[in-house]
């Protein structure tokens, strides 16, 4: 499995905005969906974002018009772009690389926890 490392989580006010990266230890090119998903304390996993190797992004209904995700290949990196957040984006935040839907290869990070409050 490709070892995934995220990054830019933290404490944000309302309204504000936070950039998350996530660095694998291989190229990314070769991986068939990249993704970000979270977990709110006392709820499950959601799934925020994805973006496949053709491009095509995917995003949760909660955070359509507010959250970008991209990828910088030469980079081996993937980018979650937050803006106008709200208090219930508080979550750990958790990079994926894999074939989701399908679970023949899934890799996980660490996660990085984004706190929105007052």
């Known amino acids: 499995q490709v070892q995934l490392v995220e990054s830019g989580g933290g404490l944000v006010q309302p309204g504000g905005s936070l950039r998350l990266s996530c660095t694998a230890s291989?190229?990314?090119?070769?991986?068939?969906?990249m993704g970000w998903f979270r977990q709110a304390p006392g709820k499950q996993r959601e799934l925020v974002a994805t973006i496949t190797g053709g491009g095509t992004t995917d995003y949760a209904d909660s955070v359509k018009g507010r959250f970008t995700i991209s990828r910088d290949n030469a980079k081996n990196t993937v980018y979650l772009q937050m803006n106008s957040l709200k208090p219930e984006d508080t979550a750990v935040y958790y990079c994926?690389?894999?074939?989701?839907?399908?679970?023949?290869?899934?890799?996980w990070g660490q996660g990085t926890q984004v706190t929105v409050s007052s």
């Open positions: 291989r190229t990314i090119f070769s991986i068939g969906v």
């Open positions: 994926y690389g894999g074939t989701y839907p399908d679970k023949v290869y899934d890799s």
